[in-house]
């Protein structure tokens, strides 16, 4: 069975410096996604990041990006330049299988960061 | 890109009546649709699995007499609590992902937070 790890619960960062929060999965597909999810104090599921099994190249987009490390079965976010509007609870989460539509998702337990000024 | 939404945002109910939450997706067809469940400081728990015309399969754990999905359209999934309790007070959240996108990720809805008095 498929599983997510985040190892931090929480974590206290200096505004503009760069954070990597950390994420192990557990699966025994060849196939899979990972993905980087941000939820503010107002509910919503934010998208950031997806990292797919076959991808060669880590996965970028703006300031996030993703360390896949396949062999040790990492896959952490870096956030570079961090700003007080990253201040949120992040989670890491994986597809296991090829994507479809009906393809589920499941959750880390998240890490909360909090940007200090 | 895709939006979905949830109605309603908020809701306040007695213990013992049954509460329905709608799940849109506004500008994609969606076959599948997701329900979670986030209680406080918590991870998103996935509930089951929506789809269209068809029963909802539902998560190990989760009462199917109790979470009432139906998904009569490509683009609505209501989730009904039925009977609900203090314990049912949590936030709920949907997703879908659209039938044709290559975009490997799920939508969230902006989520509906349930208080059982």
């Known amino acids: 069975a498929q599983k997510i790890t985040q190892t931090q619960p929480g974590m206290f960062v200096q505004e503009k410096e760069a954070v990597t929060l950390d994420c192990t999965y557990d699966?025994?597909?060849?196939?899979?996604?990972l993905f980087w999810y941000k939820q503010p104090s107002s509910g919503e599921m934010i998208f950031l990041i997806y990292?797919?099994?076959?991808?060669?190249q880590n996965a970028t987009e703006g300031r996030y990006s993703l360390n896949f490390q396949k062999a040790r079965k990492s896959a952490n976010l870096v956030i570079s330049a961090s700003q007080l509007g990253d201040s949120a609870m992040y989670f890491c989460?994986?597809?296991?299988?090829?994507?479809?539509?009906?393809?589920?998702?499941?959750f880390g337990s998240g890490t909360r960061l909090s940007i200090r000024p | 890109g895709a939006v979905v939404s949830q109605h309603p945002s908020r809701v306040i109910c007695k213990s013992g009546t049954s509460v329905k939450i709608e799940c849109r997706s506004l500008?994609?067809?969606?076959?599948?649709m997701f329900w979670y469940r986030q209680f406080p400081k918590q991870s998103l728990m996935l509930m089951a699995t929506s789809n269209e015309g068809s029963k909802a399969t539902y998560e190990q754990g989760v009462e199917k007499d109790k979470f009432l999905i139906n998904h009569a359209s490509l683009t609505l999934s209501t989730l009904t609590v039925t009977s609900a309790h203090p314990e049912d007070s949590s936030f709920y959240i949907c997703?879908?992902?659209?039938?044709?996108?290559?975009?490997?990720?799920?939508?969230f809805g902006p989520g509906t937070r349930l208080t059982v008095l």
């Open positions: 997703s879908a992902s659209p039938r044709t996108s290559s975009a490997d990720t799920q939508y």
């Open positions: 990292q797919g099994s076959y991808d060669e």
């Open positions: 500008d994609f067809q969606a076959t599948t």
């Open positions: 989460a994986m597809r296991e299988g090829r994507y479809s539509s009906a393809s589920k998702i499941i």
């Open positions: 699966t025994s597909d060849q196939s899979y996604g």
